[in-house]
C-alpha cells in the first residue's frame, strides 16, 4: 500500500520546483526529502527553509498569492520561464489542502513583487496606491483618459525637492490611501496637474507638486513624457517609488532609484 510519502513523491515527480505556502514546521518536515527544488513562500522564513521568497503581503486572492510567489521566485533566478510548478496552498480551509500546478510564464515577470517587495514604504502602501492608479487607468475621468504621477515613501526629501503648484488640499488632514472615500478624493484631483506625494505609512501629505529633481543621469524609454521624466528622477534624488498612468498609451509604469522597474497594462492587470 502506497503511504502518503509515496503519494506525495507521485504527485511532485515531473514537476521543475514544490512551492510551499506558509507551512507549518511540521507540515514543512514533509518536503524536506523530495528530489528538485522546495520554495518556502511566506511572510517569514519560520521554518528556515533554504530557498525562501517572502510574501510581503496577504493576498485573500490564491491566484493572486501564487502568481506574486512565482514571479518572487523568477526574481531570486530559483525558476525560469517555461518551468513547471506545483504550488502548496490553503483553498478550504487555514491549513495548506491543494496542490496546483502552474507553468512559470515570463508574462508574470511584471515587476509588481519588485515593486510591493522592496521599496521603502510599506508593501500594504504600495499596493494601496498602484490599486488607485490600475482604476484611474480602466476607468479614467468621466469616461476619458488621465495621468496621474504618485510619489511614494520618503516624503521629506520628496517634499524638499518639489514645490507646490496650488493649495494643498492634505495640508492638515490626517488621511491615508487605502480609505474608500479617500480614493474617491485622489481619483477626482488626479485631473489636476502636479504630483501627490504619500508618506512610508500611506499618509497623504501633498497633492498639486512639482518635482525639481534634476534628470541627470536618468533613462527612461522613448516616448515617455515629462511626467514620467520626473517620476524617474525624483527616484534617483530619493528613496521613494513612483506610480505613473500614462494619459497618452494608458500604460501604468513604475520608478525606482531612476530606473523603470514595471510597466503594465492596467486591463491586464
Known sequence: MSTPADLLDDLTA???AVFVFSPSSGFYERFEELEGEVVVIAPENAVDAEQFVELPLAFESIRD??????????DRNLIDAGDEVGCVVSVFGDDNDALVRVRAD?????????LFANSRADPGVIR???EVVIELGKKGQKGKPVGALFVV????????????????????SHVHVGDPIVNVMLK???????AFVISDSGKIVSAYRYLEAGAEG????KGLGTRHMAGAAITRATNATSIVLSESDGMVR?????????EIDPEDY
Open 128 to 130: 494601496d496606491v498602484f
Open 153 to 172: 515613501g520618503d516624503a521629506g526629501k520628496v517634499m524638499n525637492k518639489s514645490r507646490p503648484l496650488s493649495y494643498n488640499p492634505f495640508e492638515k
Open 254 to 262: 513604475a520608478f525606482k532609484g531612476g530606473e523603470l522597474i514595471l
Open 106 to 114: 515570463e508574462s508574470m515577470h511584471s515587476g509588481v513583487y519588485d
Open 218 to 221: 536618468v533613462d527612461i524609454p
Open 14 to 16: 515531473d514537476l521543475d
Open 188 to 194: 477626482e484631483f488626479s485631473r489636476l496637474d502636479g
Open 65 to 74: 498569492r501564487i502568481r506574486f510567489g512565482v514571479e518572487g521566485a523568477m
